[in-house]
């Protein structure tokens, strides 16, 4: 079994804080919040009338105009990919890359479906219904789909075509794969990049994921399984994870994108490490498609395998005295169910010494990225490493009795003193019952 | 030493018929599945067959305690659950499903039960989300460019008088993808890792790779592995349409005369829909429980294309990622070009998809490409985009134990040097079979079996 190193080269990132990593990162440490009412769309009687947004990147100012015409019929998600993916590999400082490289660099995400063409698909959907039967009439539903539906824009639907304008702009003719683990995807697409590097069937890969849910039809999902908070007349104090008067998550939109290497391979072309990806753990809670397991079963499966491949015992203090893990980047969405049961699993895990793990959410101040939050938040895991910052989970002034850990409260806090960060777990649990954890740490020679 | 990966079980669903057996059946008689629609009325769309799966409740393969679930699943789910379902029973293993009043222990752990299911985007069903919509045509913010539909009205503050709160309020869950995943893994137990891949017809065997990729490297024991998808509604008609895919087929009711693999005269692809679900054991494993595997997973291979444009759609040059992707596999199998006997290729009828695997695969067997029979399926059970993956590993597989090529239905020319014709079904000695697919998206997939005892 190969024993290869995996580091981290380059981060790139479109969140509704911005899209340049060490600016964002300096927002969040300011405890700045993202979130202001949906102007994407007219959202003004949803129940949920808010959102994170973030800016659609102008891809002819980020790519140059050439590429921009090249990807002119990329969807919103894809767009974020693309800038994500750019920032990401001019850090890594890849250019220009050997035709042998680009052969051995693959791309694993988890982007989401792209957004839908919605006056079209509406107005094709109502010119096929027949009311009188209460039925739709095939005919005129394809007759007028085929009038307003066009080729591009339905293809950038398709999840798996970021994976197509990535592999295009780059060159990359490594494995390429496209998961949909619902909020659990992009960490879990970090996860597998790990993993397909470690047994030699790449030198590179792309990782990461893309979303966008903030439209019509994706509000309304979520609306109507009552995941979302209501508090329209406070948005800047609505995502408020492990808060007692949580009432649900709040949508965000963006990407993440990092690059992953072997540390052969960036050692070789005299890159600098960001830092080393330690561990990944993976399970399923195979427990219901609505509920999560009560015991947190599946995220304590997930975190340990991440620590066991990392070599760190949770329950086991460093030779400092704190516990082995310094920082965890919490699911945290600011559902009532998730917030108890991913405390309890920490408790699980680090037994004891969970009181001392420092353990956030930036969903409160990014709000949600669903298949995109995984990498976003790992980026964040990559910083506090590199400043020796916690970014703070913040709203967070009535405690809950069930959520009794260290979220970092409301105001970003500076461990350089007791040591700074040397090794950080991120979650990321999704519908269904999938849990993804990663362990990234300081890279040492 | 690398832990070797067999399949034990092979659980396929397709318009042949609901299980392996039937479908194997159906192709070694030479028979197509593909019908006059039923789902889709004839004429909509220029295509007018399609491969239904008839005759499938899925309520008849979940456990009692589950049957209240299927009212949440999709088609893709319940194809995808009904096929684990007859996976578990033909490998001969007990999960959480045989645990209903007091059955026998898992054979596995659960936490050693990973699962890795490839699927398409689910389409809402038209009737429901259509009707909700024309609830909210008409007064405040009504669209003219969305046909008078209202979104002040869809959404109504929340109270009960919204348009949107037409859907049922689990309605999203239905269509993510990784819901056949999740119905798979809670119902059969499976705590170990699992994905759901979205690479389109390169899914299921991309799903089958990294199955085979996490028992190798121990994370598992055995694996649910495959795919499943329905495309036979009405956006997946739109769709596969507008890209350029779709047969024309007039008033023939004989798809083989219509899609013929790798002959520029075809008339494009008509759509199936089907789920292949294959279990992947471990070698030792399956052998201390005493069962004989259909075949070894001998390698693994996946790359993505590139060429002058995007790569989203094919433009007939030979598919470069699919050459890479079949070279890894061998590669990864330790097993040259020469010692592949028979290949499953994608061979979905559309001239210029076809043209480019045609291309990748002359690329990598040169002339002996002639000599090397093609079991194409897409014209017996259609083209059933992800759900291709599970369902041709599943044949493959089925070649393999039964040392048997399935007939296969050309009704015109393939081109020159491809054993791609009309043939009759016949005993062949197979070592080595190659499995492989591109996909509409630039994703390429390549897996090589070899016998069961090799």
Redesign the interface.
Known sequence: ?STRRVVITGMGWVTPLGDDVDQVWQRLLRAQCAVQPVTR?????????FAAQSQVPDLATVLGPDAAR??AHAGTSSRFALAAAQRAWNQAGLDPLPKSSR?RM??YLGAG?GTLD???Y????????D?AN???D??A??RA??ER???HT??E?????T???L??RF????????????CAAST?AVG?AF?IIK?G?ADLMFAGGTHTMIH??GM???????AMS?RNDSPNTAARPFDSTRDGFVMGEGAGIIVLESLEHALARGATPLCEVAGFG?????????DIQPEG??AI?AMAQACRQAGIDPREPGPDGRPQVHYISAHGTGTQENDRIESIAVKGLFGPLAQKVPFSSVKSMLGHLIQAAGAVELITCVQAIRTGWLPPTINLHHPDPNCDLDYVPNQARDVNAQGGVEVCLSNSF?????NDTICVRRWRA | MKRRVVITGVGCITSLGVGIEPTWSGLVAGRSGLQRSTR??P???ACSLAGEVREFTARDFVPKSYRK?TK?MAKDTELAVAAAHLAVKDAGIVT?EHAEGGGATPTYP??RVG?HIG?G?IA?E??E???A??SS?GGE?T?D?????S????????DSS?G??N???????KY????L???V??I?????????????EASGL?CAG?SA?VI????ADICFAGSAESKLN?MG???Q???GRLADTGDSDDASSVMRPYDAASKGTVLGEAAGILILEEAASAKARGRTPYATLLGF??????GA?????PDGSPN??LV?AIE?ALNDAGVSADQIDAIVPQACGVPVTDAAEAGALRDVFGERLALIPLVTLAPMIGECAAGNGGVHLGVAAMCMREQTLPARLHAGKPAPGLAADASPTRQAPLRHVLVCSG?????NAALVLGRAAS
């Not at chain 1, 003719?173 to 683990?181: D, I, K, Y």
């Not at chain 2, 190798?216 to 994370?219: D, I, L, T």
């Open positions: 079994m769309f007219d959202a003004g009687t949803f129940a949920t009338n090249a990807h052969e693959g791309i479906e919605f006056d079209n509406v107005a094709a959907n109502l010119a096929g219904w009311a209460a039925r739709v095939d005919a539903w394809a789909a085929q539906l066009t080729l339905e293809i639907q398709e999840p798996n075509v994976l197509s304008h592999a295009h060159g990359c003719r490594g494995p390429a794969f496209n998961c949909m683990t619902a879990q597998e993993e047994r069937d019509p039809l309304t999902g979520f609306i109507r399984l009552t209501k993976s399970s399923a809670d195979a427990f219901r498609i609505t079963k599946g499966a999704g519908f269904g019952g999938q | 889709i009325a004429g909509a769309f679930a949440v959480r659960p936490g699962c699927a985007l809402a038209t009737d989300l259509s009707s919509l024309a045509c913010g669209s460019n969305a046909g008078g539909f979104l002040r009205r869809w959404g109504t503050g929340g919204g949107m709160n859907l049922p309020p689990l309605w999203m869950l993510l993808p990784n819901m995943a999740c119905h893994t809670i059969h137990g499976a705590e170990g890792p699992s994905n759901t891949l979205t690479c389109a991309l990294e990729r190798e490297r121990g994370a009405h008609f739109l769709r349409g507008l890209a291979g996946a790359a993505h294309s590139g444009g995007l790569a989203i759609l470069d990622g890479l890894r996909s509409l998206g630039g994703q």
